[in-house]
């Protein structure tokens, strides 16, 4: 997998995600949308956005973990949160910091606010393709 981030775009953003990845890869992985529940399905972080994402982060790490899969090979996130406002940026991506540390997978990413996800007390939801080398 080559990441690409071209000098002709910004590079304020290349920090956690990156605006072009490139693969020739025929291995794919798709991790359905995680969101903030336990192994049991109870809620984790009721009206609480960093602990919401530190259990979405936690489930899509453990989705990796069942196909042996490193989070560097994640190629592309969607992020989905309810309500955004440019404060939850950050909240969001230290907790994604939290889970992965310096495996942290700068993907190609797409940060979506919306107005509701499928079930009303979720806050964050996100998906991934992972690509194995």
């Given at each position: 997998?080559?990441?690409?981030?071209?000098?002709?775009?910004?590079?304020?953003?290349?920090?956690?995600?990156?605006?072009?990845?490139?693969?020739?890869?025929?291995?794919?992985?798709?991790?359905?949308?995680?969101?903030?529940v336990d192994e049991t399905g109870?809620?984790?972080?009721?009206?609480?956005?960093?602990?919401?994402?530190?259990?979405?982060?936690?489930?899509?790490?453990?989705?990796?973990?069942?196909?042996?899969?490193?989070?560097?090979?994640?190629?592309?996130?969607?992020?989905?949160?309810?309500?955004?406002h440019p404060e939850l940026i950050?909240?969001?991506?230290?907790?994604?910091?939290?889970?992965?540390?310096?495996?942290?997978?700068?993907?190609?990413?797409?940060?979506i606010g919306v107005q509701a996800?499928?079930?009303?007390?979720?806050?964050?939801?996100?998906?991934?393709?992972?690509?194995?080398?």
């Open positions: 997998m080559e990441i690409v981030n071209p000098k002709t775009l910004t590079d304020q953003v290349t920090s956690v995600i990156s605006h072009v990845v490139v693969t020739t890869a025929s291995k794919l992985a798709f991790i359905s949308g995680q969101v903030a109870a809620l984790v972080g009721s009206r609480d956005y960093y602990a919401q994402a530190i259990q979405v982060f936690t489930n899509l790490k453990y989705a990796l973990e069942a196909v042996r899969a490193d989070p560097l090979y994640i190629a592309k996130m969607n992020i989905f949160v309810v309500n955004h950050s909240i969001i991506f230290d907790a994604g910091f939290h889970v992965f540390g310096s495996n942290w997978p700068k993907t190609a990413s797409t940060y996800l499928a079930d009303p007390e979720w806050l964050i939801e996100i998906d991934a393709i992972v690509i194995f080398p």
